[in-house]
């Protein structure tokens, strides 16, 4: 017989059991290095697109031509670009489109790939069968490549990068639910809740759901890295954001012309992008190091 332990779990009330687990938590979090850092460095983005308005000094299409291509100086810390704009400004500014993109997809990709993973997952047979193959059929393109694809039919607006890339991601979100999915349908607390006769729809969304939502967090914040660097591709290649819009796949494709009479047009926002990519990754395997079950049975 399920003990109530066993059969309050996936509910949203706050047991003892769960606040031991969260307290764990907090405590593995803090004590893994990978993660805090990460944990930091996102932060400071966020931190930094919320006030760029207020950080950035000069506006980002405020042009001078007697001050471009200038090295960086006190007065332009980044150096201008060819046009006499300020760079330190416009990768300020261009940390919000990358944010907004990488964030905006995998919110997108989430809310749709984790529905259909674990559904597929608990379902099984038919339903399982007919929705893996639709997210396999997807998996087989490249993502950058499947993006392209989507943009071409949908237009190159920052809006429909972010539809493009939900799209591009939601295959793997929906495979990694499936996988917590299958795990979790055999546990004690779902056959309880099977012999209380709960509706197959208050199981996955009351029940399992929640307790497949840390692989899927991980998975996410691993794959916002990806979508900002596949928003700074699409940007290089013009069908991302758009001039006079500060992304920085753009100034990188802009900068790319100067790099030997003024590298650092390039540099920074290569800089910028490589940070972004790095935080959200070292954050991503951080996660996966505290949430990793096997890694707990051991402690």
Not at 196 to 211: A, L, M
Request: net charge negative; with cysteine.
């Amino acid at each position: 017989m399920a003990t109530e332990q066993e059969t309050d779990r996936g509910r949203f009330t706050i047991t003892q059991s769960q606040r031991d687990r969260i307290a764990r938590f907090v405590r593995k979090f803090r004590s893994n290095t990978k993660a805090m850092l990460g944990f930091t460095i996102v932060v400071l983005l966020v931190l930094v697109a919320i006030f760029a308005p207020i950080i950035a000094p000069y506006p980002i299409d405020a042009t001078n031509i007697e001050d471009r291509s200038q090295a960086p100086s006190v007065e332009h810390p980044f150096g201008t670009d060819d046009l006499g704009r300020d760079i330190f400004s416009r990768v300020v500014m261009g940390s919000r489109i990358s944010l907004y993109v990488g964030f905006g997809a995998i919110s997108g990709a989430l809310a749709v790939g984790a529905v259909v993973g674990v559904v597929a997952g608990y379902a099984g047979g038919l339903t399982d069968e007919i929705l893996m193959r639709v997210m396999d059929a997807a998996m087989a393109f490249p993502p950058v490549l499947l993006a392209l694809t989507l943009l071409v039919v949908l237009g190159p607006e920052l809006s429909n990068v972010v539809i493009a890339l939900a799209f591009v991601y939601t295959p793997y979100i929906a495979r990694v639910s499936r996988s917590a999915a299958l795990a979790e349908r055999n546990e004690a607390y779902v056959e309880a809740a099977i012999a209380r006769g709960e509706s197959d729809s208050r199981i996955v969304f009351s029940e399992v759901f929640p307790n497949c939502m840390a692989p899927m967090l991980v998975q996410g914040s691993l794959n916002v890295s990806f979508a900002i660097l596949a928003e700074a591709s699409l940007s290089f290649l013009g069908l991302g954001a758009q001039p006079p819009r500060p992304s920085w796949g753009l100034m990188i494709n802009t900068g790319r012309g100067f790099m030997e009479t003024a590298p650092w047009m390039l540099l920074f926002p290569a800089l910028a992008i490589g940070i972004a990519v790095v935080g959200f990754n070292m954050l991503g395997d951080g996660l996966r190091d505290v949430l990793d079950p096997k890694v707990e049975a051991i402690e």
